[in-house]
Structure formats: C-alpha cells, structure tokens
Nanobody, 123 residues
C-alpha cells in the first residue's frame, strides 16, 4: 500500500507557474506508475498527466500539452507537476494517483489517491 500527499498548490495569476509535488510513503514507489488528475466543483475528475515507472514515458491531456511537465524522482519517492503558462481554466483541485498497470488516462487504472491540493488561477 502507498500513501500520497500533494503540496504546492495556491493562488497564481494567469500566465504564472506552479510546481506541484506528491510525496509517497513506502519503499515501492518505483514500482508504481503515477498520474495527475484534476477536478472542479460540479465537474468530473479529468486526466492531466501520467508517467511510467522509470520516468521514460509520459502522457498528457491535450489541454495541458506544452504547458505542463510531469516528472518523478524515485530516490525521493516524489512525483512532480510543473505547470507553466497557467490559465483560469486550470483552476481545480489537483490529485496525484498511483497505479500498478500502465500510465493510463483512466481513473480506474489507479489504485491509490492523495487528498488533493487546490490551484486557483486568477485572470
């Protein structure tokens, strides 16, 4: 089992940047694929980015491609989401998730979830 704790959210102006972190407990972090999802009130949670166990493979939602970068440091049991050129529509609670199958866009492929960190982008 793995526990996930997100941090780094906050309030930023449009065009600005934030870096989210997700720290994982346990010694098997490198055996999990990791993903970032986000959710606005009243909306379904949506895929943002995913990364393979080694970090060599990455997948992004079209809405963030070219602006967001997912990365991981297996020595630190941490996955990151660097968010640049932020837009008001990026406002959401961001969740990291750990899965054991593939670096998927599907929520159902992930077994463990963090509590989320809130990101607000003002116009």
């Amino acid at each position: 089992q793995v526990q996930l704790v997100e941090s780094g959210g906050g309030l930023v102006q449009a065009g600005g940047s934030l870096r989210l972190s997700c720290a994982a407990s346990g010694r098997t972090f490198s055996s999990y694929v990791m993903g970032w999802f986000r959710q606005n009130p009243g909306k379904e949670r949506e895929f943002v980015a995913a990364i393979t166990r080694s970090g060599g493979g990455k997948n992004y939602a079209d809405s963030v491609k070219g602006r967001f970068t997912i990365s991981r440091d297996n020595a630190k049991n941490t996955v990151y989401l660097q968010m640049n050129s932020l837009k008001p529509e990026d406002t959401a609670v961001y969740y990291c998730a750990a899965g054991s199958v593939i670096a998927s866009m599907l929520e159902s492929r992930y077994d463990y979830w963090g509590q989320g960190t809130e990101v607000t982008v003002s116009s």
